[in-house]
C-alpha cells in the first residue's frame, strides 16, 4: 500500500508540474529566444491592443527574464522600452497571456 502511494504522490507531482501554469509557453523557443518568430530581444513598444505578444508580469516561474536596458542588444530578454519604431509590440494582459515575464534589475 505504501508504494502505491507513493507511486500515486509521483504521479500527481509530474502532472502537476506538467500543467499550463508550469510548462512553457506554447511558441516560445527558449534555445532561439524567440516567441512565433518574434526575437525576444531589442526595442520593445507597450500597446492597448493589437500586440505582436500578450505578456503577464509574474513573480515567480516566469517563461522569459526581461532586463530593461537604455540601448537594444542582441541578449534574449534585454529589452528597451520605446514609443516609436519598435521590433515587435507588448499587452500586458492577466487573462491567457502568451508569455509569462519576470522583470529583473537592469
Not at 506538467?18 to 526575437?39: D, H, L, V, W
Amino acid at each position: 500500500m505504501a508504494r502505491f502511494l507513493g507511486a500515486l504522490a509521483c504521479v500527481a507531482l509530474l502532472l502537476a508540474l506538467s500543467s499550463p501554469s508550469y510548462a512553457a509557453a506554447a511558441g516560445f523557443n527558449r534555445k532561439t529566444c524567440t516567441f512565433n518568430g518574434i526575437k525576444l530581444s531589442g526595442r520593445v513598444m507597450v500597446v492597448d491592443s493589437g500586440a505582436d505578444i500578450k505578456v503577464q508580469v509574474v513573480r515567480g516561474l516566469p517563461d522569459l527574464n526581461v532586463r530593461q536596458v537604455r540601448m537594444p542588444t542582441n541578449m534574449c530578454g534585454d529589452w528597451q522600452m520605446v514609443e516609436s519604431s519598435p521590433d515587435f509590440t507588448i499587452e500586458y494582459s492577466n487573462m491567457r497571456p502568451d508569455l509569462k515575464i519576470k522583470v529583473i534589475g537592469g
